[in-house]
């Protein structure tokens, strides 16, 4: 399933920033099961921005010391909705017999 419908993954504005100063090094963000995070004698930082999932907040949710942001959320919509991706991938569910 091509859930950006052709566009490139690097075009899609989603990654987690840290605030260093806000991050409290509680290792909550290290439990991404898309290993966007890699950990140093620092604290963490973002090494694969484009690993992760766009819509993704799950990281910033845990933040214990509420230190991760992400970008704007009506961001990504309105790329979404200028690229024609939700009408793309409802096709592509339709074809593959995902929805009716």
Request: hydrophobic content about 35%; aromatic content about 10%; proline content about 6%.
């Amino acid at each position: 399933m091509a859930w950006f419908a052709g566009v490139k993954r690097s075009e899609i504005n989603w990654a987690p920033s840290i605030d260093p100063d806000k991050c409290v090094k509680c290792g909550m963000c290290m439990n991404c099961g898309k290993n966007v995070y890699k950990w140093t004698k620092n604290g963490p930082i973002v090494q694969n921005p484009l690993d992760c999932v766009v819509g993704c907040t799950t990281c910033a949710n845990l933040c214990l010391g509420e230190a991760i942001t992400f970008p704007p959320l009506q961001e990504l919509k309105e790329f979404y909705k200028k690229h024609g991706i939700w009408s793309k991938v409802k096709k592509q569910l339709k074809e593959s017999g995902k929805i009716f």
